[in-house]
């Protein structure tokens, strides 16, 4: 059965067209691992979108913002709402801030009314946020586009795939990809920073700062205070301790005898 499904699974173009593949059995999430060394930098497809107002152009939705994107499945009862959820609750505390957040299907048999249900369970916001459908033909060339691959499971009538946001430029490029249901709203403010900072404002000096102070961690898909300042903060703080130690040693030497 291993074989026979190893098989299958090469002889496919891409795993984004294998939705109607049998999963059997268990088999490697690595599969469905997104070649972010491929697609960072790149530009996102500019495919067509059914949003709840009409027909729009992906870069219209994005309309020169920086873009948190999540693909999806409406009619999902697992990680899909969860996500929603949570990044809705999670960028609340940004809602004055400039960016967008677009929710799509990558589900050919989502409808207008699957996108009202998920939006409606889900509790996300109108502000900065739009639900769509990618039109006919179209999902392939978005998911293609971005690695973003993903198996139907004919036993579970579910989908397997990456729960991943995808950060773009206000040009359309992919700037970063953060994982998991629940993120972190650091890492979505730094991720955002990041995906605007080659259209830094003035008033974003505060943010790029911030920015250089922390580091990506691809193995946590998180980010981390740069190594380069924890350490300099405890050369700092060594040093400091061993300045009070000298200046208390002064004015208390052996003896007991204040100089």
């Known amino acids: 059965m291993a074989v026979v499904l190893a098989f299958l699974l090469m002889a496919l173009p891409s795993l984004s067209e294998a939705r109607s593949v049998?999963?059997?059995?268990?088999f490697d999430p690595g599969l469905l691992r997104i070649d972010e060394g491929r697609y960072l930098g790149q530009k996102v497809p500019d495919v067509g979108v059914i949003t709840e107002t009409g027909p729009?152009?992906?870069s219209q939705l994005i309309a020169g913002k920086p873009t948190i994107l999540l693909l999806a499945y409406f009619t999902c009862h697992g990680p899909c709402p969860a996500t929603v959820q949570n990044l809705a609750q999670t960028v609340q505390p940004l809602e004055k801030e400039e960016f967008a957040v677009i929710v799509l299907s990558f589900d050919q048999r989502d409808t207008p009314e699957s996108l009202e249900k998920m939006k409606a369970n889900a509790g996300a916001g109108a502000s900065h946020w739009t639900f769509g459908l990618p039109e006919q033909g179209e999902i392939e060339r978005l998911t293609g586009g971005l690695g973003y691959?993903?198996?139907f499971s004919e036993r579970d009538q579910t989908f397997v795939h990456p729960t991943v946001l995808i950060f773009l430029s206000p040009q359309g490029e992919v700037t970063r990809y953060l994982y998991g249901t629940a993120?972190?709203?650091?890492?979505?403010?730094?991720a955002l920073i990041e995906a605007k900072k080659?259209?830094?404002?003035?008033?974003?000096?505060?943010?790029?700062?911030?920015l250089a102070c922390y580091q990506f961690d691809p193995a946590r898909s998180r980010y981390a205070l740069h190594p380069a300042l924890l350490f300099g903060a405890i050369g700092l703080g060594l040093l400091g301790v061993t300045g009070l130690?000298?200046?208390m040693y002064g004015r208390f030497p052996k003896g007991g005898k204040r100089t």
């Open 245 to 247: 130690v000298a200046l």
């Open 149 to 151: 691959k993903f198996i």
């Open 22 to 26: 049998p999963l059997q059995d268990a």
């Open 56 to 58: 729009a152009r992906l």
């Open 183 to 190: 993120p972190q709203l650091r890492d979505i403010r730094l």
């Open 198 to 210: 080659g259209e830094a404002r003035l008033s974003d000096i505060g943010d790029l700062a911030l």
